[in-house]
């Protein structure tokens, strides 16, 4: 069972920058692929950005060039870093864990979620 708890949420302006964070228990985290997904209110869930194993990335079109996810195997912990923040990235974003290592922008890929933490951008 692999644990996933994000951190770094909180109320921005328009322009701004976040820096979310998502810690992972489990000694395979250096095989699985992650991923950021983010849910408006009334809304479904939405792929951001995914990493796998060795580094390769995919965004979602609306946050290329202003997102970039990476991680640090030695830490467990996958990170998103947002900049140039839009009232549009308000959402809760979750954090998950595919056991596969693929690299996908499927929800139902993913094994493993966190609780989500809220992101509000401010206009």
């Known amino acids: 069972q692999v644990q996933l708890v994000e951190s770094g949420g909180g109320l921005v302006q328009a322009g701004g920058s976040l820096r979310l964070s998502c810690a992972a228990s489990?000694?395979?985290?250096?095989?699985?692929?992650m991923g950021w997904f983010r849910q408006a209110p009334g809304k479904g869930r939405d792929f951001v950005a995914g990493?796998?194993?060795?580094?390769?990335?995919v965004y979602a079109d609306s946050v290329k060039g202003r997102f970039t996810i990476s991680r640090d195997n030695a830490k467990n912990t996958v990170y998103l870093q947002m900049n140039s923040l839009k009232p549009e990235d308000t959402a809760v974003y979750y954090c998950?864990?595919?056991?596969?290592?693929?690299?996908?922008?499927?929800?139902?890929?993913?094994?493993?979620w966190g609780q989500g933490t809220q992101v509000t951008v401010s206009s």
């Open positions: 489990g000694r395979t985290f250096s095989s699985y692929a």
């Open positions: 998950a864990a595919d056991r596969a290592g693929r690299t996908t922008t499927y929800a139902g890929a993913y094994d493993y």
């Open positions: 990493i796998n194993w060795n580094g390769n990335t």
